[in-house]
T-cell receptor, first 115, second 116 residues
Framework: KAGVTQTPRYLIKTRGQQVTLSCSPI?????VSWYQQTPGQGLQFLFE???????NKGNFPGRFSGRQFSNSRSEMNVSTLELGDSALYLC??????????????FGQGTRLTVV | AQKITQTQPGMFVQEKEAVTLDCTYD???????LFWYKQPSSGEMIFLIY??????QNATEGRYSLNFQKARKSANLVISASQLGDSAMYFC?????????????FGQGTRLTINP
């Protein structure tokens, strides 16, 4: 079966703009989590969506938001981009909510560069 | 706060040798899960193996096994018969409550290089 699909793979945006990233989970999976990976901070949790509801949220400013659709696809939006938002954004797909997961499969990520 | 520590920033191993990647964790939770991921230069995080805190047997998946020592809070990944394609970053992660959210907490990673 198809894996986790993230689009686009690469993005270059200007400071102050906004961006939307997309994640299609594995068929049948209902949970999508988002992570930011940077050389300095490593992998940090952004939020988790399950059944179209945000279930968990990390310590990121309100400029970072997301949503999940009825087909479990998720989007992440970052408004008013800052240089520090440059990172690899990864989404993880799981069958159930985070607390019950024994597996979590990641996509290839979207590499965002803010200039 | 929950924490994962990977003390080996880099490791160099000869092809066909076994390799152990260290991971220690800090949590006050009774129920938690431990994951290992491989990240090649392409960026994708590849799920390797999972161990639950109540699992009595060490998890195994093909050439990967997890050496789980609960009392020592240790969850080392063992790769048997290493291959050139095993060269990548390896991350240990723990599913736990942290700062009000249930999430995966990651270590800083170990860069593994397999030499021919």
């Amino acid at each position: 079966k198809a894996g986790v699909t993230q689009t686009p793979r690469y993005l270059i945006k200007t400071r102050g703009q906004q961006v939307t990233l997309s994640c299609s989970p594995i068929s049948g999976h209902r949970s999508v989590s988002w992570y930011q990976q940077t050389p300095g901070q490593g992998l940090q949790f952004l939020f988790e969506y399950f059944s179209e509801t945000q279930r968990n949220k990390g310590n990121f400013p309100g400029r970072f938001s997301g949503r999940q659709f009825s087909n479990s696809r998720s989007e992440m939006n970052v408004s008013t981009l800052e240089l520090g938002d440059s990172a690899l954004y990864l989404c993880a797909s799981s069958p159930g909510q985070m607390w019950e997961n024994t597996e979590a499969f990641f996509g290839q990520g979207t590499r965002l560069t803010v200039v | 706060a929950q924490k994962i520590t990977q003390t080996q920033p880099g490791m160099f191993v000869q092809e066909k040798e076994a390799v152990t990647l260290d991971c220690t964790y800090d949590t006050s939770d009774q129920s938690y899960g431990l994951f290992w991921y491989k990240q090649p230069s392409s960026g994708e995080m590849i799920f390797l193996i999972y161990q639950g805190s109540y699992d009595e047997q060490n998890a195994t998946e093909g050439r990967y096994s997890l050496n789980f020592q609960k009392a020592r809070k240790s969850a080392n990944l063992v790769i048997s018969a290493s291959q050139l394609g095993d060269s990548a970053m390896y991350f240990c992660a723990m599913r736990a409550w942290d700062q009000g959210a249930q999430k995966l907490v990651f270590g800083q990673g170990t860069r593994l290089t397999i030499n021919p």
